[in-house]
């Protein structure tokens, strides 16, 4: 049997390490009014490591943005509004009895969510990855312009994620399954397509982001 060799690919910090680290680069960030953005994963599964970060960096004036499913308790939503300053937020499904096919949960927890942090007057940028045959269909992305236009201008920007395979590797790297593996690069076409879509109804809107 042939055993592969382990591999670092991180470590555990604490929070006062991880903000040492960020305020190193604090001139390139005041330099191009950058920040810090919290992706994964999902932060929003580590609340507690994620609130005292995100208060570090808000002590700093430092700009904090958070990428996230928005799948989380309405609790750590509210712990968290006050220290960031956008939510970068995925959108998939609005139908709520084929959201959980494809992501094993309801959409619910996700729109209250998003709602709450438009209510906050918090920056959004909605986040749509487009998979052919599983959200590109005109119903759904009707659906999810009726709930942007909503939120009553609070959306600054709507970023098309269109499929890709660049993870195709990973799965084969960790022996992990790749349900996705015959699909293919999402058509340009059809996401410039998309795009004009969401310009159309009065979005500022980009494919990538």
Known sequence: MEFKKKEIIGREIDTSELLNEIKKDLVFMNESSGGVTFSGGEPLFQPDFLEQILRGC???SIHTAIDTSGYAST???????PFTELFLYDLKLMDNQLHPDYT????????????????????IWIR??????????????????????SLAGKIEMVNILPYHTIG???????????????????PVLKSEK????????????????
């Open 168 to 186: 195709k590797s990973k799965y084969k790297k960790f022996s992990k399954e790749n349900r996705m593996a015959s699909m293919e690069n999402y």
């Open 75 to 81: 609790a750590t939503i509210e712990r968290i509004l």
């Open 128 to 149: 749509l990855p487009i998979v052919e045959k599983v959200n590109d269909q005109p119903e759904n992305l009707k659906a999810i312009v009726g709930l942007l236009h």
């Open 104 to 123: 094993g949960v309801s959409n619910s927890r996700i729109i209250d969510n998003l709602r709450l942090i438009a209510e906050a007057g918090k920056r």
């Open 194 to 209: 998309i795009l004009k879509f969401f310009k159309d109804e009065g979005f500022i809107a980009k494919i990538g982001g």
């Open 58 to 60: 808000y002590s700093a």
